[in-house]
């Protein structure tokens, strides 16, 4: 146990682990327990102080009292109820008292006297933010375990959706045709009241105007700069059409920006790009396949300088996907349709 102390100390203060010389006042601890409940977990240690990572201790004739009343702020301030393990470590001769709390998809968890709009925290690096109206409407799909692609739109009928390109696009890779039942099964069409209604996935495969006025935001800008900076643009595309279309037109721009050469091996000629092509795409797609689009009025990037490619999609990780230990999380899909 005192290894995982020191290990602990060594590492400091994370998304997953908060220090605390005394129990904090009023509802703070609530607070931390909520963030790590809809984020990836933590841990609270109570008796090490923040910044210095001294050891302070609980004295042993408070620990319990400490326990009882940490189980009563969390009962009294959580909602929806959340049960955190609650252990005392030994560490030089002194007492931790160690709050951990698993991480939830139950959620969103919040504050109850501040609401769930303005009282659901969620862990940033290691403080508590208040979750914006994006992470939010995420949390609550979790819990419900639907993606945001999979929601119907009962302002658009399928009909209203030119799925032909789409159609066609699919019979060439893959050598299969895609009737009414498949488009069912994908989960491009909710049926209800015997209306049949497009998902958002549907309408961002959509050929026609009904992408670009419910989608209006799902494009992507390309722009190449002169130098370093983005003071200079010398070229420019907006591509905004069926997101399937997408990769391949981004692939277009970037090629006719970055560099190309050539040199002879023996007796064949081996053409080498200033970027590997293989990965540009791979991150096109990923940029495309996993962006929020539950986010208003935030499109996809891709700028090309002298010096560098820079792709950035919009909305943050999954709230589960904690990017201090990537290797060891469990892959979190988005948008699951798509």
Same mark, same amino acid.
């Given at each position: ?45 109570? #008796? ?8 302070? #201790?609980?004295? *042993? ?17 959580? !909602? ?40 659901? /925290? ?59 039942? !498949? ?36 494009? &992507? ?46 007796? /064949?000629?081996? *053409? ?11 991150? &096109?797609?990923?940029? &495309?396949? !996993?962006?929020? /689009? ?11 300088? *002298? ?16 990017? *201090? ?14």
């Amino acid at each position: 146990m005192e290894l995982l102390i020191e290990k602990i100390l060594r590492k400091g203060e994370d998304r997953r682990v908060e220090f605390k010389s005394s129990l904090p006042e009023g509802n703070k601890i609530a607070q931390t327990v909520i963030a790590f409940a809809n984020s990836v977990g933590g841990e609270i240690f109570i #008796g090490i102080e923040d910044k210095t990572k001294k050891i302070i #201790g609980v004295p *042993d004739t408070e620990i319990f009292k400490l326990e009882e009343k940490i189980s009563q702020i969390v009962f009294d301030n959580c !909602h929806p109820l959340i049960i955190p393990d609650i252990a005392v470590y030994s560490f030089q001769n002194k007492s931790i008292l160690c709050v951990k709390v698993y991480p939830n998809k139950n959620g969103p968890f919040f504050l109850k006297n501040k609401g769930k709009n303005k009282g659901t /925290y969620i862990r940033v690096g290691s403080t508590n933010r208040v979750a914006d109206e994006s992470l939010l409407g995420e949390l609550e799909r979790r819990a419900r375990n639907v993606s945001y692609d999979s929601i119907p739109v009962y302002d658009v009928l399928i009909s209203d959706c030119k799925l032909d390109d789409f159609k066609a696009f699919y019979l060439a890779q893959n050598g299969k045709k895609i009737n009414k039942e !498949h488009l069912k099964s994908m989960d491009f069409i909710k049926e209800e009241r015997n209306e049949e209604y497009a998902t958002n996935a549907a309408i961002l495969f959509s050929s026609n105007q009904v992408k670009a006025k419910i989608f209006p935001y799902a494009k &992507i800008e390309c722009a190449r700069f002169k130098g370093n900076t983005t003071a200079v643009m010398i070229d420019q595309q907006t591509i905004d059409g069926s997101i399937f279309k997408q990769p391949e037109d981004a692939m277009k721009f970037i090629m006719r920006n970055i560099s190309q050469s050539s040199s002879i091996e023996l007796v /064949y000629r081996k *053409d080498r790009w200033e970027y590997p092509l293989k990965a540009i795409r791979e991150a &096109i797609i990923n940029a &495309i396949v !996993h962006r929020d /689009y539950s986010i208003l009025g935030s499109d996809i990037k891709i700028a090309v300088f *002298d010096d560098m490619l820079e792709i950035t999609s919009p909305g943050s990780l999954m709230p589960s996907v904690c990017p *201090d230990s990537l290797e060891n999380t469990p892959s979190e899909i988005r948008n699951r349709i798509i």
